[in-house]
């Protein structure tokens, strides 16, 4: 047994079942399959993150129409991005098994829209499986390979936040050794969308491979009589919380366990409503099986009473715990709800701390880069207020926050340059900025470049470089791929795609020259057509070994908190700078400081200087 999180479990599942290629992109919950495979892959095995979720699934169907397995990874939205290839290549189905998890995030731990990838796969008529234990995320994802092939079609592996972070003891197996030579075979009537005629056939084809995978795919559901006329319908992820409650209903209701969630299994669904007069379904976010199960249950002639999402018995926002199945399991036995827990009233523990929202890390360039744009808005002779300035997913959005206070939008990967566009489109007569970070630039941002450059809109692209998708864990961005091991690495270079894209006026800079970032920035804002400033340093916290001399406050210079405003903590929200309650003055934690210099630009006194007594190797 070896201890693997759910997530990881399935990435392994891959490794099992001979799977010679993954590849994805970053993006929490998913994240940690790629990188349990970059780390425990064998050589065999080609790992890398792709440019996007898009082009991550084309690799993939490419290598299984060359009758490889294949297996893909990315975050609920980064299927909103893959579909436009996805739905096309499920209808050519695959060779090779094609694997696809998908990490939901009920609850939103993580950000974006909280959204079920379920729909997706029921648009797409490919099948989709979840699992509820680390165990079965192994077993149930290396089947999902074999039946991929026997049926010819792509299936998605759906892991929730709770599932895909659930630890446990996993049994391993032995991997296969395929040994298959690669094959493109030259069939127009599968691979290509020429002709209507040709299109409707694969249409028909893949309800009769969807079909057939949900034949495969059964015996992955588990059905329990029980012995009084209640019924349970749950989905593998929530069913935890179901197994958790049983003990408090007086009979053995009868249950069934749906890990197989496209095709829905209508006969074993149809069992359960015939034996019960009341059904509770138990899922989490969208009323996905619900509605089925009301479908179903409208075709009996004396129907149950279904107990869910619909008549708010369970919420359709958030996910599950015990504490929301067991007062649905009390209803569902007739049984008053049991009251709530009394939780004691958590203990203040807030003490003087100084006011802070989130923000970068301590040294983070990006800090300086928009504290630049700040600095910059002001030199070109606007208020804040007056310009529009568009954010990006990544850490680029928490320019939004103080004491920034710049990003207004955050909608989607590389979304900002096209709103940026748009704002400048409605007629505003004041300078647009749209904020995006390198892999984000790469993931998305390069079409609505190109759109807004054709088009000489009036706008700034502002690239905050730091060399990684740092948000989901550093992962490299194209800008900073590494090669084949002996090979040389081709890098690419967002200031010559930039001029590829002929934009005239393309600067790049270390932002923390922020006098020079000022001076550029100022002078892009007026300037007419698309205006790109790159500022380029790498994420502090993925620094190799170096020498860092941190500051600190001298006191007899400080005019203290109430008396200094803006104060250096208030314009710069370092986190590595607090409040000395004792003196009431602003003071530096010289093991946090990474000697960015940003405070004592911002002090008004002089009063923060270089300690060069506390200098440290960090890295």
Not at 23 to 39: F, H, Q
Not at 537 to 545: G, K, M, S, Y
């Amino acid at each position: 047994m070896e201890p693997l999180l759910g997530v990881e479990a399935c990435a392994r599942a891959a490794v099992e079942a001979g799977a010679r290629l993954a590849v994805g992109y970053p993006g929490t919950p998913a994240t940690p399959a790629l990188e349990y495979l970059l780390a425990h892959a064998p050589q065999e095995m080609r790992v890398e993150w792709a440019v996007n979720e898009k082009v991550a699934v084309e690799i993939a169907a490419g290598h299984s129409w060359a009758g490889q397995r294949s297996f893909v990874a990315m975050k609920m939205s980064g299927l909103n991005v893959a579909s436009d290839a996805l739905l096309s290549i499920a209808t050519s189905g695959t060779r090779g098994g094609l694997v696809i998890y998908v990490g939901d995030d009920p609850g939103m731990h993580y950000g974006m829209v909280e959204q079920d990838s379920r729909l997706w796969a029921r648009l797409a008529k490919l099948p989709i499986v979840e699992a509820g234990t680390p165990q079965e995320g192994l077993d149930l994802t290396r089947a999902a390979f074999q039946v991929s092939e026997q049926a010819e079609i792509p299936i998605l592996v759906r892991g929730t936040s709770t599932t895909a972070n659930t630890l446990a003891g996993v049994a391993l197996g032995e991997p296969e050794r395929l040994r298959r030579p690669s094959q493109v075979p030259f069939d127009l009537d599968r691979y290509t969308k020429a002709g209507a005629a040709r299109c409707l056939r694969q249409h028909a084809d893949t309800l009769r491979r969807l079909e057939r995978a949900g034949e495969l795919l059964a015996t992955w559901n588990r059905e329990e009589t029980g012995n009084c006329d209640l019924g349970i319908v749950a989905s593998a992820s929530a069913w935890g919380y179901v197994a958790e409650g049983l003990d408090l209903l007086p009979h053995r209701p009868h249950l069934l366990r749906i890990a197989v969630m496209n095709p829905l299994p209508d006969a074993a669904i149809l069992r359960v409503l015939q034996r019960s007069t009341r059904v509770l379904v138990v899922e989490e976010m969208e009323p996905y099986v619900e509605e089925r199960v009301r479908a179903l249950a409208s075709t009996l002639p004396r129907p149950p009473r279904i107990l869910g999402k619909h008549d708010g018995l369970l919420p359709q926002v958030g996910d599950l715990d015990p504490d929301l199945v067991a007062p649905a399991l009390h209803t569902l036995a007739g049984a008053a709800p049991p009251a709530p827990a009394q939780v004691p009233a958590r203990p203040e523990t807030r003490g003087r701390w100084a006011p802070r929202q989130l923000s970068f890390c301590p040294g983070c360039p990006h800090r300086s880069t928009y504290t630049a744009l700040q600095q910059a808005i002001a030199r070109a002779g606007f208020s804040r207020d007056e310009v529009v300035v568009s954010g990006d997913i990544g850490c680029t959005i928490l320019g939004m926050n103080p004491p920034h206070d710049l990003c207004r939008t955050e909608v989607a990967m590389g979304s900002s340059i096209a709103l940026a566009q748009g704002f400048a489109y409605a007629g505003l007569d004041r300078p647009v900025v749209a904020a995006i970070g390198d892999s984000t630039f790469f993931h998305a941002g390069i079409p609505a470049l190109l759109n807004a450059s054709a088009r000489r809109v009036n706008l700034t692209v502002l690239v905050l470089d730091n060399g990684c998708a740092a948000m989901t864990g550093y992962q490299p961005a194209p800008g900073n791929f590494r090669g084949e091991p002996g090979s040389v690495a081709n890098a690419l270079s967002i200031e010559e795609l930039a001029r590829a894209a002929r934009v005239r006026r393309v600067r790049k800079t270390l932002p923390y020259f922020t006098r020079r970032l000022t001076r550029i920035l100022a002078d892009a804002l007026v300037s007419p057509g698309v205006n790109v400033v790159i500022a380029e340093a790498p994420c502090v916290a993925r620094l190799p070994h170096r020498t860092v001399i941190p500051y600190r406050v001298r006191p007899e210079r400080c005019a203290g908190l109430p008396e200094c405003s803006p104060s250096c903590i208030e314009a710069v929200g370092c986190p590595a700078m607090d409040l000395d309650e004792a003196t009431n003055r602003v003071a530096i934690d010289a093991v946090r400081c990474l000697g960015c210099g940003l405070c004592a630009a911002a002090c008004p006194e002089k009063a923060i200087r270089r300690d060069l007594k506390a200098r440290r190797r960090v890295g």
